[in-house]
């Protein structure tokens, strides 16, 4: 599960904070699950913010990274990961189980800052381009 806090920066709205709670079962490294989460979550918030493929004539617009725009990691708001103990015997796994919630954890706070629901990605023309760091 996700929540994703969002607060106005200078009128526009700005991603505050992520948090996710993970169920992947036994767990053999915290530190490489945590790390997997907050990974995905970049990814996630990278695709919703920043990432837009454009076509001119049927040939895509972005030929290589100095034309597609990716998240930076100066961009990255605080990510608080919490992996909940197993209930099972078993491994499990994390993959990029984080991915897909992010999207409509960030519309859905979005939508409760100001009213406006998101429904095209990215998202990030009307957000403060210091996503989640002060002077970013």
């Known amino acids: 599960a996700q929540a994703v806090e969002v607060e106005r920066h200078a009128g526009a709205p700005r991603v505050r904070a992520v948090h996710a709670v993970v169920d992947c079962g036994l767990v053999a490294n915290p530190l490489h699950v945590h790390a997997q989460i907050e990974?995905?979550?970049a990814m996630g918030l990278s695709a919703v913010l920043a990432e837009r493929i454009?076509?001119?004539?049927?040939?895509?617009d972005q030929r290589n990274y100095d034309s597609?725009?990716?998240?930076?990691m100066s961009a990255m708001p605080p990510v608080h990961v919490e992996v909940l103990p197993s209930t099972v015997d078993s491994f499990g796994g994390v993959?990029?189980?984080?991915?897909?919630?992010?999207?409509?954890?960030?519309c859905g706070a979005l939508q409760a800052l100001?009213?406006?629901?998101?429904?095209?990605?990215?998202?990030?023309?009307d957000l403060d381009r210091g996503v989640g760091r002060e002077g970013a």
Do not use: Q, S
């Open 39 to 41: 990974g995905a979550i």
């Open 54 to 60: 454009t076509l001119t004539e049927g040939r895509v």
């Open 68 to 72: 597609y725009r990716l998240l930076g």
């Open 95 to 106: 993959g990029e189980l984080a991915v897909p919630p992010v999207a409509p954890a960030l």
């Open 114 to 125: 100001d009213g406006v629901w998101r429904d095209t990605l990215p998202v990030a023309g």
